[in-house]
């Protein structure tokens, strides 16, 4: 197995977690924890796991040249990303949140192209835009969002949001190719954690934790070892193998997954306009991805005799 297939695969798995998260995370979320305290929870005990791991695997040495980008990654990846989302969300809604990362992967595109010169071509623009109907479709179509005075702090702190973990993935890219991804996570980590602790710290000494119930435990486990962990990992070492345009296309299979669920558990029916959302979702991403998917081998190749 190549390194790239062993990326695209680690998107893939990155992706499912995210779009469980969706369900799993509800369930503590708001009643049990407020959103402050969630953020400094999973950055606190993620930081104290990649700081184990990487001086148990890695110990690599860090130079001090990179110190301002790894400082400007906790910001955008850690702090502006997640308080902004979590803050924003409470002022908007959730279909209007969802429709306005739609825009990250467009972002990431323009970025990637600006700042370290990735090339755009017609594939990767209408993969993005294929996809980006196809969420726009299952997400919004039907739904009573409305971008209007009511809601839009909240929106320009979603768009903001959306605007900061596209420059994250783009500014993280040239230190994945110089570090483990651990290295990379376990800087962006700790240069987020002082922001967060210090908007967060209040909120979490009000928590009653007797009131947990194991499915509450359940939920902050998964966010913390699944979502925050395992998800920033994969992603790292997938962003150490391919172009962030790439990484942030997957970002559209979340919604996709996320219905999945709903409908396995039976919370919501399935409809011809959900597939169709789901099949517009699915040849994005492949008209995205496929090239750098053939170049790792994800698709059988006849050779040539």
Do not use: C
Request: glycine share 6%; proline share 4%.
């Amino acid at each position: 197995m190549t390194s790239k297939l062993k990326a695209h695969l680690a998107l893939i798995t990155a992706n499912v977690i995210y779009g469980l998260n969706y369900t799993i995370a509800k369930i503590a979320l708001p009643g049990f924890i407020d959103p402050f305290s969630f953020v400094l929870i999973r950055v606190s005990l993620a930081l104290l796991i990649f700081w184990l791991m990487w001086w148990l695997l890695v110990r690599e040495k860090i130079y001090r040249k990179d110190i301002p980008v790894f400082m400007l990654g906790g910001l955008f990846g850690i702090v502006i990303n997640q308080l902004l989302f979590f803050h924003g969300l409470a002022q908007t809604t959730e279909i209007n949140a969802s429709l306005i990362m739609i825009t990250v992967p467009i972002i990431v595109l323009i970025l990637s192209h600006l700042l370290i010169r990735e090339k755009i071509t017609w594939r990767k623009i209408g993969g993005i835009a294929l996809a980006a109907i196809g969420a726009f479709l299952l997400i919004g179509f039907g739904q009573d969002f409305d971008f209007g005075s009511e809601t839009m702090k909240g929106d320009l702190m979603i768009l903001a949001n959306a605007g900061s973990y596209a420059l994250y993935l783009v500014i993280m890219k040239p230190l994945t190719n110089k570090y483990h991804p651990l290295t990379v996570v376990s800087m962006v980590f700790s240069f987020g954690l002082v922001p967060v602790a210090f908007f967060g710290y209040d909120h979490l000494m009000e928590i009653n934790r007797p009131s947990f119930t194991p499915l509450v435990w359940f939920s902050v486990l998964y966010v913390v070892l699944a979502t925050t962990v395992m998800a920033y990992l994969f992603n790292m070492y997938a962003l150490k193998k391919i172009n962030p345009s790439i990484v942030s296309v997957y970002i559209y299979s979340q919604p996709l997954i996320a219905t999945g669920v709903s409908v396995a558990a039976g919370n919501d029916a399935l409809t011809l306009l959900k597939v169709l959302a789901g099949m517009l979702i699915i040849l994005g991403v492949f008209l995205t991805t496929r090239t750098q998917m053939n170049n790792a081998g994800f698709f059988y190749k006849k050779k040539r005799t």
